[in-house]
C-alpha cells in the first residue's frame, strides 16, 4: 500500500522561504514520477512542480523561479524548496504520485499547510 506523508509547511512572512518534504512507502520510488500540488481556499487542486524518475522537472508559471522540486532517491523523499512566498502561495501542498495528467492521480498525501502572512 502506498503512503506519502508530508512534513515543513508552516507560517511564513511574505518574502520567506520553506522546505516541504514528502516520505514514500510501498513503492518502488526511484522510479516514480512524484509531484507537488496546491490547493487553498475556495480553490481547486492544481500542480506546484513535477519531476519524473530522470530528474526532469515542470513548474507552472506562478512559481518558475521560486520553487525548486527535487528527490533523494537513497530515502524515498520528495522535497518542494519554496523561496520568495507570497501570501498567494498560501494553501494545502500535496505530494502525489501515480501521476495522469492535471490534478488525476492515483495516490495522495494527506497534505501539509503552508501560510504566507503580508
Known sequence: QVHLV?????????GGSLKLSCTASGLIFSIQ???WYRQGPGKERKVVAVINSSGTTYYPASVR?????????AKNTLYLQMNSLKSEDTAMYYCATGLRGGSDVDYWGQ???VTVSS
Open 6 to 14: 508530508e512534513s515543513g509547511g508552516g507560517l511564513v512572512q511574505a
Open 111 to 113: 497534505g501539509t499547510q
Open 65 to 73: 523561479g521560486r520553487f525548486t522540486i527535487s528527490r533523494d532517491n
Open 33 to 35: 514520477s512524484m509531484g
